[in-house]
DNA sequence: GCAAAAGTGTTTTCATTACACCCATGT
DNA sequence: ACATGGGTGTAATGAAAACACTTTTGC
C-alpha cells in the first residue's frame, strides 16, 4: 500500500474510521449565552453530560447529518433556515476510548429556545448556561471553547449576530447578542451607528415597533439584511494588553 | 441502531469510511503565489494535477498525517516548525468515485521553495503558479480557493505572513507576501509603520542588512515575534462595494 | 548621474470614542 | 413624576491613506 494514493488502498485493510458530528448549539435566555447538553446514558462517560451528535450516515455529508442531528436534538420542525458553522475536525487517536473516531465539530445558533425534546436515547437534554458548563465527555470542552471562540471572532466581520435574533428584532436585541457573547458592554449610540452605516446589515421593517417589555420607548424592528460580512469590522473593545 | 449514541454502533454494521488529508501547500517564488501539485498515475482522474495528500494512519491524527505527507511530498528534512492550518473538512457523498472518503484539508506555507522531490507514488510532483492551476481532479479546485480565501482574510488578523518568509527577511519581502496573496499593492511607507507599530510581530535583528537584489539601499532585516495576532488587523484595501 | 529600493515626515481624511441630551412608554 | 430603555447630536481622539521627500546602493 502506497500512502499517497488513495486508490491503492484496500478499503477493508484497517481497522475503519467512524465519522461523527458534533455540534455546540448555542442560544440566547434571559440575556445569557445557553449551551444545548445531552446527558450520555452508557460507558464511558456515562452520566455526564456532552455535546448532542451522532454518527453521519453512508448517503450523507457531514452538513446533512449536523441538520439531522439538530432538528433531533431539539425537536425543531424547519432547521433548513438556521446558521450551521463548521468549527474544525477533531481526530486525535484515543479521542473515544473504545474506537477510533473522527468527528467534525459543527457550531449551530438559535433564534429562540425551545426547550429539548429529551426524548429519543440521550436520557435526558437541556439547555445549560455557558458559564456553568462543568466537564462535558470527551473532549468536547475544548470543542466548545473553539465554538465560542470562533463566534466571537465572527461577530467582529460577519453578520452572524442576527442568526441569534428573532425575524424581526431591535437594535437592543442585536446588542445584547454583541455583550453577552464577548461579555463586554458596549456603548449602544455608538453601536447604532456602526450597524445602520454598514449598508445590508439590518433593514427596517416598515411599520414595525415593539414594546421592549413594558418599560421604555418602544423600539423599532428591523430584519437581517442581505450582507453577509461587515466591513469595516466591528472590533471588540480590547481587554487590556494588545497583540499577543 | 441509534442514530445519537456513537457507543450503541457496531463498527462494521456499515461501508467504512475513510480518513484522508488533502494539502493546500503554498509558497512564494519570483514574486508570485505557487501550489504545489501532484500528477495522479491511476483512474479515476488519471493524469490529472490534484493537491497532494494521503491517507490517515490508523495511529494517525489528522495533523499528524498532515505533517507527514508534507515532509515525503517536499523532502524537507524538518517540517515541525512549519505552519500547518486546519481549514476544514469535505464530506460530500461521491467526492471520490469509488467510495466514501471524508477529507481534512489543511494549508501549509513555506518560506523557500525546494523543488520537490518527484519520487514516491506520484507520477511527478512541481510548483505551479496559483494563477495557471487549470481543473484539478476531485474537488481540489474549490479546496485551493477555500485555501487561499483563508490564508487571505489570515493576513489581516495574525503574524502568519511571516510564515512565508525565511528567518530573517525585509520589510519588502514581508510586504510581497501581503500584496502576492491579496493581489493588490500597498503603500511602503503605511505597511512599515503598521508592521513596526504593531508590538511582537517583527523584532529586528541587530547587525543585519541585506543587499536586496543588488540595486537599492540594503534594507534592515527582521525576524519573527513572539506575536501570533494583530491588534488591531491589517486590513485590506476595500475593492471597491463595500458589504455585500 | 541615474535608476532602484529603503526609509522618514507631514498633511488630510475618516472611523471610533465618550459623552450629553431628548423621547416615549409603564408604573 | 420618574424610572427605563430608545434614539440623536457633537466634540475629541486616534488610526489609516496619500503623497512628497531623503538616503544608499549598483550600474
Known amino acids: 500500500m502506497r500512502g499517497h494514493d488513495r486508490h491503492a488502498y484496500d478499503k477493508y485493510a484497517y481497522e475503519p474510521f467512524a465519522v461523527t458530528v458534533d455540534l455546540a448549539v448555542l442560544t440566547l435566555r434571559a440575556g445569557a449565552l445557553h449551551v444545548l447538553l445531552v446527558e450520555r446514558g452508557q ?10 451528535g451522532g454518527f453521519v450516515l453512508p448517503d450523507e455529508s457531514a452538513e446533512t447529518a449536523a441538520r439531522r442531528e439538530l432538528a433531533e436534538e431539539t425537536g425543531l420542525k424547519d432547521v433548513s433556515g438556521l446558521h450551521l458553522e463548521q468549527l474544525r475536525t477533531y481526530s486525535e487517536p ?16 438559535l433564534p429562540h429556545a425551545p426547550e429539548p425534546t429529551g426524548g429519543g436515547d440521550a436520557l435526558q437534554a437541556r439547555w445549560q ?22 463566534i466571537g ?10 442568526a441569534f435574533c428573532p425575524p424581526e428584532f431591535t437594535l437592543g436585541e442585536l446588542q445584547q447578542v ?13 453601536f447604532r451607528r456602526k450597524v445602520l452605516a454598514t449598508p445590508g446589515f439590518v433593514e427596517p421593517v416598515p411599520g ?37
Not at 479521542?95 to 477510533?100: A, E, G, I, L, V
Not at 471572532?153 to 442576527?162: F, G, K, N, P, V
Not at 418602544?218 to 494588545?242: S, V
Request: aromatic letters at 8%; hydrophobic letters at 35%; one cysteine or more.
Open 43 to 52: 460507558e464511558p462517560y456515562a452520566g455526564r453530560w456532552a455535546l448532542p
Open 94 to 109: 484515543g479521542r473515544d476510548p473504545r474506537m477510533r473516531v473522527v468527528s467534525v465539530a459543527f457550531a449551530a445558533l
Open 129 to 150: 448556561p455557558y458559564e456553568d458548563v462543568g466537564p462535558l465527555a470527551f473532549d468536547h470542552d475544548r470543542i466548545l471553547a473553539d465554538a465560542h471562540d470562533r
Open 153 to 162: 471572532a465572527d461577530l467582529e466581520r460577519t453578520c452572524l449576530a442576527t
Open 178 to 190: 454583541y455583550e453577552t457573547v464577548w461579555g463586554t458592554g458596549l456603548d449602544r449610540p455608538n
Open 208 to 244: 414595525g415597533a415593539r414594546l421592549t417589555g413594558g418599560r421604555g420607548k418602544p423600539a423599532a424592528l428591523y430584519r437581517a439584511g442581505p450582507a453577509t460580512a461587515l466591513h469595516p469590522p466591528l472590533l471588540r473593545p480590547p481587554r487590556e494588553g494588545r497583540s499577543a
